[in-house]
C-alpha cells in the first residue's frame, strides 16, 4: 500500500524562494575583484535582492536563447553575483558548471568541451585565463562578464556582455519553471590526478537532500541564526553545498572573494563576525599564523569545518586553546557532493581530557544521515570494523554519483556502490578514519603502510617545510616507503637525523627506506600532493640502491 502523501519535486528554485518568502532580510556580504566609487572591495545586500537578481539573470538566459539541460559556466570567485547564478540558471533547467580556475590551461579546455558549455560567466581575474584558451574553445557562444560599465575590461573574448547591464535590462518577474526533481542542476569536474578530469552531474533532488542532512545539528549546525564564511570555492563542490543550505535557513553569508589570505579573511571576520568558518586546512594555517602575528583572537567563531585534507592535531588544538573554536572535521569528495562524514562534539567528549577529544577529532567523523559506508579488502569482502583494520572504502546513498557524466568507465561502481579511492579504518562508533588514498598506500610484504601518517610524522620535524611519501619497488617486500622531503632553507639536516626523529613515531616496518631531499613537490589543482610522476621517477631507486 502507499502512503497518502503528495508528491512535489524538490527544486533549487524553492530554495530561493522559501529564502525570500521566510528570511527575506538575511545579509550577504562579498568582497569584490572590483571596488566601487567609494574605494570598497566589499558588496551587501540581502536574499529579497539575491532572489530578484536570480530571476533577472533567469529571464536574461531564456532571451539569449537558453533551454533546459543547457551548460551554462561559472569562472569565478565566492561572491554574491556567483550565488545568484547558482538560482538563476539551474532554477530554469540549465546546468550550472562550475569551473575551477585552478585546472592547468589544456584541463579547462577540455572540461569547456566535454560539458559543451553554451557562456561563460566570468569574474574580471580569470578574463584572462579565458583569452588565453578561446581559440580551441570554440563551442561557447559567449562570455558574460561579471562587473558593472565602468569596471568591463578591454577584452579579446568574443561576444563579451556585461552582467550588470545585462541584470538592468531584465524583467524581475518569472514563475520558475516546474519539472522532475531528478533533472540536472549542476556539474562539477573533480581535478583528476590520473587521466583526464570527470564531471559529476548533481540533480536537484541530490542538491536539496544533502542540503537538508547538512544543515542538521549533527552535520554542520546551519541555522537562520548563523553567519557562515564558506571559504571552500564556489568553484569546488559548490563551496560543500553552503549557498544552498544558506537559502535553505536563512543564514547569513559572507563571501571573501579572492582573499583567502590571512589578513583579508580577518578583516571581514573582524567586521562580519562569523561563527562558522569552513575551509581546507591550508587556508585556516595561514589564517592561524597571521592571527599569531597580530596577536588577536577569532572571538566570533565557534565552530571551523575542516576538509579537503586530514586537518593535523596541532590545528585542532589551536583552534580549542587559542581561540576557543571547534573544529568540525568533515570528509567527503566531490562525488558526494560532498558531505560523507563529520565529527561534530557530543556528550561523549565532555567526559574526555582535552588530549583525548583532540585525538578523536583528528578522526573524520560519523557519517551523516543518507551516507553508508563500508571498509572491504581487495576482494570486495568486508573488513570488522574495529578501528584498526584497514579497507578500501565504499559508500552509497542518495547524494552520491551512480556513474560520471558522459563516461562510461564504471571501475569504480561495484554493485551500488561507489568505491571512494580512499582507504579507512571505521571503529566500533562508527567514525572514520582515511588512511590514505588507494593508490597511495604502500603495501609493503602484505601489510599497508600509510602514506599520509608517514608524511604527518615527517612534518613534525621542525626543519622540515613538506614531506611526500610513495611507495617503490622492492626485491623482497613488493614495495618500500621512500620519503621526498623539503628542507627549510638554512636547514642541513640529513637523512639519518630524519629517520632518528621518526623512531619513536611510527611503527618500525614504516620507516622508509631511505629519505631524499628535493626542491619542489608537485600538487594537484586543489594542493594534494600529485604523486604519480613521482612514483615513475623513483619506482626503482632501491633496485639500483
Ligand atoms: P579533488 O578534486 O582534489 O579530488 P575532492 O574534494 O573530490 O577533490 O577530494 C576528495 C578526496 O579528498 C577524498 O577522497 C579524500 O581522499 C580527501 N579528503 C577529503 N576530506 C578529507 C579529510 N578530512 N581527511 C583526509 N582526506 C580527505
Known sequence: MLGNMMEGPLLISGLIEHAVATNPNSEIVSRRCETDHTGSSIHRYTMKDAAK????????????????????????????????????????GSVLHTINPRLFPEQLVYIINHAEDRWIFVDLTFVPLLEAIQDQISGVEGFIILADANNMPDTSLKNAVCYEELIDQSSDELEWPTFDENTAA??????????NPKGVLYSHRSTLIHALSEISREALGISSLSCILPVVPMFHVNAWGVPYAGAMTGSKLVFPGPGMDGASLWELIDAEKPDLLLGVPTVWLMLLNHMDEIGKTLDSVKNVVVGGSAA?????????????????????????????????????MNNMTKEERYRLQQKQGRPVFGVQMKIVDDNGDPRPHDGIAYGRLLVRGPWIISQYYKNDDMSSFENGWLDTGDVATIDPANYLTIVDRSK?????????????????????????????????????WDERPLLLAIRKPDS????????????DKIAKFWMPDDVIFVDSLPHTATGKLLKIDLRKEYQDYLLKA
Open 53 to 92: 537578481r536570480s530571476k533577472q539573470i533567469a529571464n536574461a538566459l531564456i532571451n539569449l536563447g537558453a533551454k533546459p539541460s543547457d551548460r551554462i559556466a561559472t569562472l569565478a570567485w565566492n561572491n554574491y553575483r556567483h550565488f545568484e547564478l547558482y538560482f538563476g540558471v539551474s532554477g530554469i
Open 186 to 195: 549542476a556539474l562539477c569536474y573533480t581535478s583528476g590526478t590520473t587521466g
Open 312 to 348: 593535523p592535531y596541532s590545528m585542532i588544538k589551536k583552534f580549542d586553546e587559542d581561540h576557543d573554536a571547534f573544529l568540525v572535521h568533515a570528509w567527503g569528495m566531490t562525488e558526494m557532493s560532498p558531505l560523507g562524514t563529520s565529527n561534530v562534539a557530543t556528550a561523549a
Open 440 to 476: 597511495d598506500v604502500i603495501k609493503s610484504g602484505g601489510e599497508w603502510i600509510s602514506s599520509i601518517d608517514l608524511e604527518n610524522a615527517a612534518v613534525g620535524h621542525p626543519e622540515l617545510v613538506e614531506a611526500c611519501v610513495i611507495g617503490v619497488a622492492h626485491e623482497k
Open 492 to 503: 642541513n639536516v640529513t637523512a639519518e637525523d630524519v629517520k632518528q626523529f621518526l623512531d
